[in-house]
């Protein structure tokens, strides 16, 4: 994927904007797809929600059906508001959020766990009601691949064991992943 730095930021500020939407009603600004073309792809992304790093909220759509400025932007509405481990972002949190974005490459199938690179691939089970686990997630929680494919299996609604019976119907992924943290400590 090649998402430019000023792309990222356009992601990050609307991501913003959207959850801001809540509060103030204003609508994020639509942007010059000619100059960002990138924004215009039907990408998938997730937005994750943190206050002090601490989870608040993660939605996201593993397809791409809108163009990735709308999915981002959607995304971030339904991780302030939808997600159910959490109540709905309150006004008095909004500022205390920082957001980051990960925006999904195509899903590869594979034959053998031993495909799986952790902290490079996200884990998608195509089985069961499917289950998801974003690159990073790995390497957040210091898991290694066993752990990982057992979280993705308890995620899923599985025992954590259940990938050691057969292979199971797995996809990887890679992630752009970029936050407001970040952007910060880039300045």
């Not at 924004?39 to 998938?44: D, M, T």
């Not at 709308?70 to 339904?78: E, K, L, M, N, R």
């Not at 292979?167 to 400590?185: M, Q």
């Amino acid at each position: 994927m090649n998402i430019s730095q000023e792309e990222k930021n356009i992601l990050l500020k609307a991501a913003r904007q959207s959850i801001g939407s809540l509060f103030d009603g204003k609508k994020p600004e639509q942007p010059d797809y000619e100059k960002y073309p990138q924004l215009k792809e039907k990408l998938g992304a997730f937005v994750t929600l943190t206050i002090n790093r601490q989870l608040r909220g993660c939605i996201g759509y593993i397809i791409g059906r809108e163009p990735l400025f709308d999915t981002v932007c959607s995304a971030a509405i339904h991780a302030a508001v939808n997600d159910p481990r959490f109540s709905a972002l309150k006004k008095s949190e909004f500022e205390k959020i920082n957001i980051e974005i990960s925006i999904l490459s195509k899903f590869v199938p594979i034959k053998s766990y031993d495909e799986i690179v952790v902290g490079k691939h996200g884990l998608y089970l195509d089985e069961g009601g499917g289950g998801l686990l974003l690159p990073q997630v790995a390497t957040e929680y210091n898991m290694n691949r066993e752990q990982f494919l057992s979280a993705l299996c308890n995620k899923t609604g599985f025992y954590s064991d259940y990938w050691k019976e057969r292979i199971l119907k797995i996809k990887v992924f890679t992630a752009e992943v970029f936050s407001e943290e970040e952007k910060e400590k880039n300045k």
